[in-house]
């Protein structure tokens, strides 16, 4: 009998198959690019093509792909034959190693900022060979950048790159100074968490606001939510772990290391966790995930949704990136050991990433602002929108005796014990975990909690290793010119400590003072999309991405417009969609149960069959009322949208968050107070109670 292990990763050209398939010699030259990040050979790419060709046939594939991660957030492909005519009316299948390495999509239709104007439709996709390519049906799926005629990244994936690139210069620099001479690369890695919801099929496609937008626009609470906390860590739904068994099933197959899977706090929310991998490999494995999710829910009769808020008043989804560095000899940069006091290469590294956060805590707040992030940050069940550091006391107190001075007095792991006889004494971790911290060490890793459930996790891994490559820079330009090494990297410690201890916070990141405490220390707290983005190209950021050639700033500026003008059309798209729901399918419904009440009240009074009552009067009345009130709203957002000719992109933005969101909010209270009292069968779409509890 097959086990379940066996068929994993049968449908990648893996390690396995290139070395069945290649020369040794083409063999040894790939591994070093796909190990090392060595640069291609382009000699081998013909033997390469050939062999992945006849191993994509094999496995039924008719096409393959450029398969890229455009700034649109999704990623995108189009798909060529490796069928070629010949004389004579014959065929044969053709994959060249140019077919390989080089691709031409248009470029001229996605989102550049500027970069490309409509007439200038040339851009490049170019293999990735350090991550694996797969066969998806009946497409052999090849992971590429996307960049432009004149070589600008038009993907999230070549930042990524270029920032590992960097880390990776400035973290040899860094262990040069430490007995690592056998270490011949660092790479970052990542694991996230990803959060999603799923819903009845049947009911999605009575919802505009779900098709169109991802999110519930109108929507009043279910007399039940997730107050009793009996959904988070329960019994899987029947068709919630038939789903899961195929989800890792199709995931298993593409290599995709799926490994945690788990009801989420608010009903029908979900998790699936993936084991650590390079940062550029997980971002690719992150996008299988969502696309083979929402894929794999269709022939449940679900969908998946992967909004950061799909319904109000209920915990929203994020991306949990754990996030650390590991040499190619297995060491991971991040791991105290038994005695962090003691272990000068960890507290140094670590240094590093405290000041890189503290430093660019700005950049990181934006590699997570999103319109859809927006609903979520904050909020009960994600961090808030200030960011800062959980260490943990045992990290804190060692930090803290380096600043000062004085010896750290070691407190060992001590018996964890529970009062019961029949289980065994386990060891106590020293420090408990903060879930409301937006960046916590979590024992070898931070994990980031603040990237929202639909972005790709590529923009904030690369702020986070260029940040942490600038300052590791810095410590090695001290450190090449050190006559006492030891001595110079106690004082870089001691001295980054002293500096930037203001981004540790190891309390209640939901406690209201801790906002007027973060202010105190000079945090920034930047609450909105638009905020956030206007410091994306302060001198500072604009100099630390330069300098590390991640990006220039023409690509800067590009982002820059490209991430306004997505937030506003997110917005303008939900506020157009509200009006459309209200004006054709919320007043019809309410005029309908108006008309129903006023009738009754009319032929009991017609034909004396008594008297209306005093609640069928102010039922009435109330509709009524409400009922302008949603008309006057409708109004005031059409107003609204009609007003929004700004040209400047900043003050449009700002002008759909500060205007625009406050007219759908007016909208969004008139309905859902309307939803409170009229009747279920004329309500024209499923409500909470139905979206969230249907799936058994």
């Known amino acids: 009998m097959e ?34 990040g060595k640069e291609l050979d ?22 393959y792909t450029h398969w890229f991660q455009p700034l649109t957030g999704e990623t995108a492909e189009k798909h060529d034959g490796f069928i070629e005519s010949q004389k004579g009316g014959r065929v044969v299948a053709e994959f060249s190693g140019k077919n390989l390495i080089k691709g031409e999509p248009d470029a001229s239709s996605f989102p550049s900022g500027g970069l490309r104007d409509t007439f200038e439709a040339r851009g490049y996709t170019a293999w990735d060979p350090t991550s694996y390519v797969f066969v998806k049906g009946k497409t052999l799926y090849i992971p590429t950048i996307f960049c432009s005629y004149n070589g600008e990244a038009l993907d999230h994936k070549t930042p990524l790159l270029r920032s590992m690139d960097a880390l990776n210069k400035q973290a040899m620099r860094i262990l040069k100074h430490f007995d690592n001479k056998d270490v011949d690369h660092v790479k970052t890695t990542a694991g996230p968490e990803q959060e999603y919801f799923l819903i009845d099929k049947d ?21 039940k939510g997730q107050e009793l906390d009996d959904h988070y860590f329960g019994v899987i739904k029947t068709k919630v772990a038939d789903f899961m068994d195929d989800l890792n099933k199709e995931l298993w197959q593409l290599g995709v290391l799926a490994k945690t899977e788990h009801n989420e706090v608010a009903p029908a929310q979900h998790e699936l966790a993936t084991i650590f991998l390079t940062s550029n490999v997980s971002t690719d494995h992150n996008h299988i995930v969502m696309e083979t999710m929402k894929k794999v829910a269709q022939k449940h009769g679900l969908v998946c949704l992967l909004h950061e808020k799909p319904f109000a008043g209920v915990n929203g989804s994020g991306k949990h990136n754990n996030w650390s560095l590991k040499t ?11 005695t962090p006091s003691e272990n000068a290469r960890f507290l140094l590294f670590l240094s590093a990433v405290i000041k890189a956060v503290d430093e660019y805590q700005d950049l990181l707040r934006i590699s997570v602002a999103t319109a859809g992030n927006d609903n979520r940050l904050g909020a009960s069940e994600a961090p808030p929108a200030i960011v800062s550091i959980f260490l943990g006391d045992e990290l804190t107190a060692i930090l803290e005796a380096i600043e000062k001075d004085v010896p750290y007095q070691n407190k060992s792991k001590t018996p964890m014990k529970v009062g019961v006889t029949s289980i065994p004494a386990f060891p106590k971790d020293n ?15 931070f994990e980031f909690r603040m990237p929202g459930s639909s972005q790709s996790i590529a923009t904030p891994n690369t702020v986070l290793n ?81 300098s590390n050639s991640v990006l220039s700033k023409t690509e800067i500026e590009s982002r820059y417009e490209v991430y306004l003008e997505t937030y506003t059309k997110t917005v303008a798209l939900e506020a157009r969609t509200m009006l459309d729901m209200a004006k054709k399918d919320i007043m019809p419904a309410v005029i309908k149960y108006s008309g129903m009440i006023a009738k009754d009240l009319k032929l009991k ?20 009322t409400l009922s302008s009130g949603l008309y006057l709203a409708t109004l005031d957002l059409e107003k609204a949208l009609e007003k929004a000719t700004m040209e400047d992109p900043y003050e449009l933005a700002i002008y759909h968050h500060d205007v625009v969101l406050a007219k759908m909010t007016k909208l969004r209270d008139s309905a859902d107070k309307l939803e409170v009292i009229v009747g279920t069968e004329y309500w024209p779409m499923p409500d909470y109670g139905k979206l969230l509890f249907s799936v058994k």
């Open 3 to 36: 086990k379940f292990y066996d068929t994993f990763g049968a449908h990648v050209f893996n390690d396995k198959e290139m070395k069945k398939r290649l020369t040794d010699e083409t063999y040894q030259l790939l591994r070093k690019t796909i190990k090392n």
């Open 605 to 624: 009074k017609d034909i004396a069959l008594g008297f209306a009552t005093d609640y069928e009067v102010s039922l009435l009345k109330d509709v009524s």
């Open 328 to 338: 190619d000899t297995g060491i991971n940069l991040l791991e105290p050991g038994d």
């Open 203 to 223: 009911l999605y496609e009575k919802r505009k606001d779900l098709m169109f937008t991802g999110r519930t626009l109108f929507g009043a609470p279910a007399p």
């Open 42 to 63: 382009p000699s081998i790419a013909k033997d390469v093509a050939n062999a992945m060709k006849e191993w994509a046939i094999e496995m039924g594939a008719t096409h």
């Open 466 to 546: 260029t940040a942490v490559a600038e300052e590791l820079k810095k410590f090695a330009d001290i450190l090449d010119k050190s006559k006492d090494v030891k001595a110079d990297i106690h004082k870089l410690v001691k001295d980054t400590i002293k500096e930037h201890k203001r981004i540790i916070f190891n309390g209640n990141g939901y406690d209201p003072s801790w906002i007027k405490e973060a202010e105190k220390r000079g945090l920034s707290n930047y609450p909105n999309t638009p905020l956030a983005l206007k410091h994306y190209k302060d001198e500072k950021n604009v100099e630390l991405y330069v």
């Open 431 to 445: 420090t408990d975990r903060n879930r409301t911290s937006p960046f916590a060490f979590t024992g070898n890793k």
